[in-house]
Each structure stands twice: as structure tokens, then as C-alpha cells.
T-cell receptor, first 116, second 110 residues
Framework: DTGVSQNPRHKITKRGQNVTFRCDPI?????LYWYRQTLGQGPEFLTY????????KSRLLSDRFSAERPKGSFSTLEIQRTEQGDSAMYLC??????????????FGNGTRLTVT | GQQVMQIPQYQHVQEGEDFTTYCNSS?????IQWYKQRPGGHPVFLIQ?????EVKKQKRLTFQFGEAKKNSSLHITATQTTDVGTYFC??????????FGSGTKLNVKP
């Protein structure tokens, strides 16, 4: 178990620029989640995948956000035309979903985005 | 809409005192998980509760799931400085995505 890996760890960008983050989940995990966390708050759901299928996207997300998991392995999260309000820690988590069994989320260390 | 509320937001205790955090949902949960996040770290899974009225213990930590599967609690007996961090509940509806509470930040004074 090599854990969930996220890159980059930190990203500073200017308002209006596009950014892309990558998440490599634990290899045998079939579910992958993206969350956003701001200081003093709990992780806020963005979207999740079952293998390569994107099952749900938060209604809070604007069309500037898009995520892919092309082969059911790694995932990318892109934010277009970044705004200062996008500044946050972006967390990726993966899990092995097996019916009604225990399926803990394994989080990566996150990508901290700062929009100036 | 579906949402998990968590209280209190902060708790400051003297080492050796007990600590409890509570989560509440307006609709029935399929299951609930608890996570701990140390300062500067990411959430780490502690436990999952599935059954109505379920109680699970991990050393000094006791987790409960309400009979109606709408609320849950985490109780720590005799806190230690190593317990410092933020504790999150994550409720799940219909075994889909997890909704995280806003967390309870625990500070333990030695």
C-alpha cells in the first residue's frame, strides 16, 4: 500500500489562469473522490468516480471545474479561470467499495492552491 | 438537503478530562465514519458504524450510532496530548458519497 499520491503539493497561480491537479489512488481502489477543504472547515465534496465513471458532481461546483479518471486509475482535477475564492486545499481520497463492507477513505496529502 | 452537523466547533480540555463530539443528520444515514486530522495533516480513518444503536470501542475512544441512524458521537476518556487534532464525522446516504461535518477541534492542555 503506497498510499494516495497528489501532485503538486502547492500551487500558486494568478487569477484567471487554469490549473490542473493529479491524484494517484491506491492501485486496487475502485472509487476516487475529490474534496475541497478550507481552514476550519470539513472536507467539502466535489465529485467522485467509480472506476472511470464520474458518478456525481457537486451542484456547488461551477462549470469551471472538471475532473477525469480516464482509465479508472489516476484522476485529474482542472480549474479554469481561477478565482481567489478557489484558494483551498484540494484533497483526493480513494476507497475499495465492496457492497456493504467497510470502505474507509484513504486521503492524499492534498494540493494547496493559492490564487493571487 | 442532506447535511451533517457537528458540534462543538472547539473543545479545550485539561489532560485527563473526557471529550465528546456529536454529529447529527436530518435524514437517515446508511453509515457513518469518523476521521481524525492532525494539524497540517490529512484526515485519517478511525472507524465505521453501520448498524442502528451500534457501539464500538477503540481503547479510550467510544463511538456510538443512534437508534434512528441520524446521530453519532465520539467520546474520548481521559484525554492525552496525543489526542490533539480535529475530529470529523462523515455521514453517508444510500452508500454514495460522504458528507463531512465541520469538525471538532480538540486541544489538550498538559
Amino acid at each position: 500500500d503506497t498510499g494516495v499520491s497528489q501532485n503538486p503539493r502547492h500551487k500558486i497561480t494568478k487569477r484567471g489562469q487554469n490549473v490542473t491537479f493529479r491524484c494517484d489512488p491506491i492501485s486496487e481502489h475502485n472509487r476516487l473522490y475529490w474534496y475541497r477543504q478550507t481552514l476550519g472547515q470539513g472536507p467539502e465534496f466535489l465529485t467522485y468516480f467509480q472506476n472511470e465513471a464520474q458518478l456525481e458532481k457537486s451542484r456547488l461546483l461551477s462549470d469551471r471545474f472538471s475532473a477525469e479518471r480516464p482509465k479508472g486509475s489516476f484522476s485529474t482535477l482542472e480549474i479554469q479561470r481561477t478565482e481567489q475564492g478557489d484558494s483551498a486545499m484540494y484533497l483526493c481520497a480513494s476507497s475499495l467499495e465492496r457492497g456493504l463492507g467497510i470502505s474507509p477513505l484513504h486521503f492524499g496529502n492534498g494540493t494547496r492552491l493559492t490564487v493571487t | 438537503g442532506q447535511q451533517v452537523m457537528q458540534i462543538p466547533q472547539y473543545q479545550h480540555v485539561q489532560e485527563g478530562e473526557d471529550f465528546t463530539t456529536y454529529c447529527n443528520s436530518s435524514t437517515t444515514l446508511s453509515n457513518i465514519q469518523w476521521y481524525k486530522q492532525r494539524p497540517g495533516g490529512h484526515p485519517v480513518f478511525l472507524i465505521q458504524l453501520v448498524k442502528s444503536g451500534e457501539v464500538k470501542k477503540q481503547k479510550r475512544l467510544t463511538f456510538q450510532f443512534g437508534e434512528a441512524k441520524k446521530n453519532s458521537s465520539l467520546h474520548i476518556t481521559a484525554t492525552q496530548t496525543t489526542d490533539v487534532g480535529t475530529y470529523f464525522c462523515a455521514g453517508r446516504y444510500n452508500f454514495n458519497k460522504f458528507y463531512f461535518g465541520s469538525g471538532t477541534k480538540l486541544n489538550v492542555k498538559p
